[in-house]
């Protein structure tokens, strides 16, 4: 039976990069949604979570009256609201989560507490899920898969990227001009156009001999 307390949401606009919102733990989230590139620790909460694509223009959901998201329970979107009244709130930074166990796995990032260690190399991390990705270099697992050219991943962030090849997709977009791009770095490099950046060298005579330095330009 399907679980409608289950805190996944559907919004009307896409998110861009925002492909682990979900239950906010720190387990691992290898199994991808295609649609809105959302994350899942097992293949049944994917298979719920892709049902609720065709619901969307359902009338029973239940909206979130501060922003645009959207839940199939009253519940889900209680958990949800949380974020807005500051319930958990970080002292340090001032961010929102939505319960305490997504506040206590934030603090980490506060305190540099590492409980997570490697046991062939002996590096740590604050999360587990940041664990088991890491992990992957050791045993060289591939678990992301996409499902149009076959081609494997270690990391669904990678999947991600590589999704855009066959969706056309382009989420980063310049702000000076309609020009978008896949990657950011892409974007990073079709900034300077704008900015006018240059790298050139110079020689300037100095007492100590002449120097050769680069400069930028704009």
């Given amino acids: 039976m399907e679980n409608r307390d289950q805190p996944f949401e559907i919004k009307t606009e896409a998110d861009g990069n925002d492909i682990t919102e979900h239950s906010h733990d720190d387990k691992s989230r290898p199994y991808l949604c295609t649609v809105c590139d959302k994350q899942f620790t097992c293949k049944d909460s994917l298979n719920r979570h892709s049902r609720m694509h065709s619901a969307v223009k359902r009338d029973d959901m239940y909206s979130c009256t501060?922003?645009?998201?959207?839940?199939?329970?009253?519940?889900?979107?209680?958990v949800h609201m949380n974020i807005h009244s500051g319930r958990y709130k970080c002292r340090e930074c001032g961010k929102?989560?939505?319960?305490?166990?997504?506040?206590?796995?934030?603090?980490?990032?506060?305190?540099?507490?590492?409980?997570?260690?490697?046991?062939?190399?002996?590096?740590?991390?604050?999360?587990s899920d940041s664990l088991v990705s890491h992990s992957r270099i050791h045993s060289g697992e591939k678990p992301c898969k996409c499902h149009v050219c076959d081609k494997a991943f270690s990391e669904s962030g990678h999947l991600n990227t590589h999704m855009r090849v066959h969706t056309g997709e382009k989420p980063y977009k310049c702000h000076m001009c309609d020009k978008a791009f896949s990657l950011s770095g892409a974007l990073t490099t079709h900034m300077r156009v704008h900015t006018r950046v240059w790298r050139s060298k110079q020689t300037h005579e100095s007492p100590h001999g002449r120097e050769t330095v680069q400069v930028f330009t704009v």
Avoid at 66 to 72: F, G, I, V
Avoid at 97 to 117: I, N, Q, T
């Fill in 66 to 78: 501060q922003c645009e998201k959207r839940y199939l329970s009253q519940r889900a979107l209680s």
């Fill in 96 to 127: 929102c989560c939505h319960d305490s166990r997504d506040l206590a796995v934030h603090r980490r990032s506060h305190s540099g507490e590492k409980p997570f260690e490697c046991t062939v190399c002996s590096k740590r991390f604050t999360r």
